[in-house]
């Protein structure tokens, strides 16, 4: 679960990160996916495992122990990380007896038929407003000696999820270090602990909270895994060619300052949101897909970061589904894959086998009809680009002009007097400019973005009786 108190804006203070867990020797990383129920139209947890099935998906990651979900995945071959909730660590930490019950009871009860392979013992723990930042070690202690005694700890790993807000320093990322008051109270002890049982640091990771509370300093080719300059770390001399990787390394740095070189990193959380508010820049379908296609393809390369180039990289994708019971910002409902219907929000390779078949931006099939439900036609189909209605006036005023100016849109229709003047707002003539120039390119992937005030729709748009085109 997003914990948006973790998300504020500090200018390339952005989250945290990663890598491999399990299967170090892999040549690839592997991709899993958060199943989140904050909502009251999700499908069945029955359901939930043969749509994981029929994506390829073999990992998945909960936020409780919910008996029906977990029984649910028995003898499903997916390896599930399950959570003990925060209001659960003063408990958990004042007595094993307690965390004796409740591996007894929420564990070992469905293990091995529910492949359960960790276990995440609170979440964002630091930035949690009811203080139980002081219960976590002591909690993850009890937890792993009740494993233990079950003899359970040799297949079951303990982590802790936690935000990059956790960082005093990430930019550049070689300077990455832990916030002070931090360190010896809890990190130091987590990170031992993690040693100790040879488990790894689950980390949140969020490159569009870090682009968007700093977009004029944030190339969104740079988040977005696309082709960009790059950034030199004035530190190392490192180039990164994303935000992603920087993040990462901006983590591996603080551990090694404390000489924890050793421990491994998971991405227990990391993903872009189809929708926002209009202050939550680059909110979109388009650029959603661009950031999760992206990523997946990037972790089954099996290519690690700069700092760490031979340690592939292992993903859990936020989220599986669209949650409407989330608050906060319109983002935070907008996070997922798939709509509760069980179709797809966009299209994105999710396997090695996509990857290969996928067109040579690696996103895939990326388009979003004006009705929120996906359409099966491909981008190679009929696909139109418009505005998105939830983008600022002065945002989308500047992106058509660009479009009109130096993009080489055809705006003539959209003139006084001309075809497509009326109606004479500004979300109609920019869905016109910005399917002028998405056409003209060829409806290239990225071309319906103008600064995440566009979206790509399988839908025909209908403003007036303007007609759109579909090529020139």
């Not at 760490?308 to 935070?332: C, H, R, Y």
């Not at 080489?408 to 001309?418: F, N, S, V």
């Amino acid at each position: 679960m997003l914990c948006k108190l973790s998300m504020a804006p500090l200018a390339f203070s952005f989250f945290f990160i990663l890598i491999t867990f399990f299967s170090s020797s892999s040549e690839a990383g592997s991709v899993g996916i958060n199943y989140g129920r904050v909502a009251n139209d999700l499908p069945t947890p029955a359901k939930v495992v043969e749509l994981l099935k029929a994506q390829g998906l073999n990992r998945v990651k909960l936020y409780d122990t919910d008996a029906t979900v977990l029984t649910a995945f028995a003898n499903s071959g997916i390896k599930v990380v399950v959570a003990m909730p925060n209001e659960l660590l003063a408990n958990a930490a004042a007595d094993q007896s307690f965390t004796d019950a409740w591996v007894q009871a929420n564990i070992s009860t469905y293990y091995p038929a529910t492949q359960i392979e960790a276990i995440a013992v609170g979440n964002e723990v630091f930035v949690d407003p009811n203080n139980t930042t002081k219960f976590l070690v002591p909690a993850m202690k009890n937890v792993h000696a009740s494993l233990t005694k079950y003899n359970l700890d040799k297949n079951i790993k303990i982590s802790s999820p936690i935000a990059l807000s956790a960082l005093q320093n990430s930019f550049p990322a070689s300077s990455g270090s832990f916030k002070t008051e931090l360190v010896e109270p809890v990190i130091k002890p987590m990170l031992d602990l993690l040693r100790q049982t040879g488990s790894y640091l689950m980390v949140n990771a969020y490159p569009f909270f870090a682009y968007a509370a700093n977009s004029d300093k944030i190339s969104l080719d740079y988040a977005l895994f696309k082709e960009n300059p790059g950034v030199v770390d004035s530190g190392n001399g490192l180039k990164y060619t994303n935000l992603f990787d920087a993040q990462i390394d901006a983590v591996f740095a603080a551990m090694s300052a404390l000489k924890y070189e050793d421990v491994k990193i998971a991405v227990s959380e990391t993903g872009w949101p189809s929708a926002g508010d209009s202050n939550e820049i680059g909110a979109s379908p388009d650029n959603a897909a661009s950031y999760n296609g992206n990523l997946v393809k990037r972790v089954m390369s099996g290519s690690g970061t700069p700092l760490k180039q031979n340690e592939s990289l292992d993903v859990f994708l936020f989220a599986l589904f669209n949650e409407n019971q989330k608050t906060g910002p319109t983002s935070e409902r907008n996070y997922g894959l798939f709509y509760p219907t069980e179709k797809k929000v966009y299209d994105i390779p999710l396997t090695a086998e996509e990857i290969k078949e996928a067109p040579p931006s690696g996103v895939g099939k990326s388009q979003v009809p004006v009705s929120g439900e996906v359409s099966t036609t491909t981008s190679k189909g009929q696909t139109w680009c418009v505005a998105s209605g939830g983008s600022s006036e002065k945002k989308l005023q500047n992106a058509l002009n660009y479009a009109c100016g130096e993009g080489g849109a055809d705006c003539t229709p959209i003139q006084p007097g001309a075809t497509c003047y009326n109606p004479n707002t500004l979300e109609a003539h920019a869905s016109y400019a910005f399917n002028s120039y998405y056409q003209k390119k060829a409806r290239a992937s990225g071309t319906c973005d103008f600064g995440g005030t566009a979206y790509v729709v399988t839908q025909p748009p209908k403003y007036g009786n303007c007609e759109f085109p579909t090529g020139y």
